[in-house]
């Protein structure tokens, strides 16, 4: 797998997705039904099968050919010639005293991402997934550990419906009541959060390919609409989520300047806050959404009233749910948490000019918990990475 050097290049990091890998083996966790279809035709055997498989993967959530017990045996020997399953395995769960699960999970080739399980334990079954689209980040946000890895590779399409369903199985080992002759994972987890490790839009394809894969007919028939897909803020992808996918858009906006933005996060250097709100407002909305807004809250740099005032002209118009997420500081980072009662001042200003704005309070902080913050080193022997602590932000 090629380690990704330009983070301009997005086609250069795109999977080929019918095609066989070098070792001759056609990941199926990639493939569209359709995709399956072709492959079974081309292998003359009976694109039904296809079905069968697609179901097995994507619906009941059995991540090798060996568990697909309704296939021949022969048949079952086929795809483990020449088809893979590269799901990322489990490599550590860690709960919180809060009952916030944060998996690490480790891909084909050993690179380290992590998903983060959050439970609503004041409404039941209100629980959120916060998955990861890339193996660290291209962005360089100044103030988030997974700039510091840096972009190693994407995730394939398949890799991040994996960490659904692995967490899926695993909760109900754990106990958690899941019926899988329904073909909704909504009722244990009723958000899927994309604001794990990685910048999605950065992966904009397989993002997207993912959110269908689960949304499938005969997969888990996920509901885009309790996917959040958050960006930094790449402009240029933003409306393709909007017009090839229903998900919900989350913008990391985090400044009220263009001088600040550009300090804190570098992409603001090639879209600035002008070309993203309008983006913003142009993105299709369906009837009675918003768009959320994410705001880091950063000591001295981001949490003056004149901010909160700034903050008020520019969300003029657009329909929008402000996220206040106080910084959680970690030795990667220069700054600082601002204390709760400027994160409040800041808050009733934003409130009292009738917007919809809240505190996210941080998650799983006794086991550092956080979407996407962990280190994503290649394990050489020894496990290389570093686990920050850093805010988890509970999109629901
Ligand atoms: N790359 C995407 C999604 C992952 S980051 C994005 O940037 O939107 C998820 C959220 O965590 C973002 O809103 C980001 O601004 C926020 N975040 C990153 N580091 C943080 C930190 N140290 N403290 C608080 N929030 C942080
Ligand atoms: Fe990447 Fe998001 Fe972190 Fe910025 S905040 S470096 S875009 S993961």
New binding site residues.
Partial sequence: MTVITNKNDVTAIRPELEEADSQGLTDFLNLSLSDMRAWFENHGERTFRADQVFQWIHRKRVLSFEGMTNLSKDLRQKLNESAILRAPQIETVQESADGTRKYQLRTYDDFMIECVFIPNASAAGRNTLCISSQVG?A?G?R??ATAAIKLKRNLGAGEIVAQLYTVLNDLEQNGYELDKTKPHAQHVIANLVY??M???LHNVDNVIRSIRLIGADDGLNYAARRITV???GLVKNMLRLGEETDAQL?V?L?ATTDDTRSEIMPVNRKWQIKDLLDACRSFPLKAGRRVTF?Y?MLAGINDSDEDARRLIRLMKGLKSKINL?P??P?PL?PYERPSAERVAVFQRLVADAGFSVFVRTTRGDDIDAA??MLGGEKLEGAREQELVN??L?DAS
Avoid: K, L, Q
Wanted: hydrophobic content about 30%; proline content about 4%.
């Fill in positions: 980040c962005m946000c103030f988030c604001m794990g990685g910048e999605p958050s960006t930094s989350a990391s985090n994410e880091v997420i910084f959680n970690h980072s979407c996407g850093i805010s932000s």
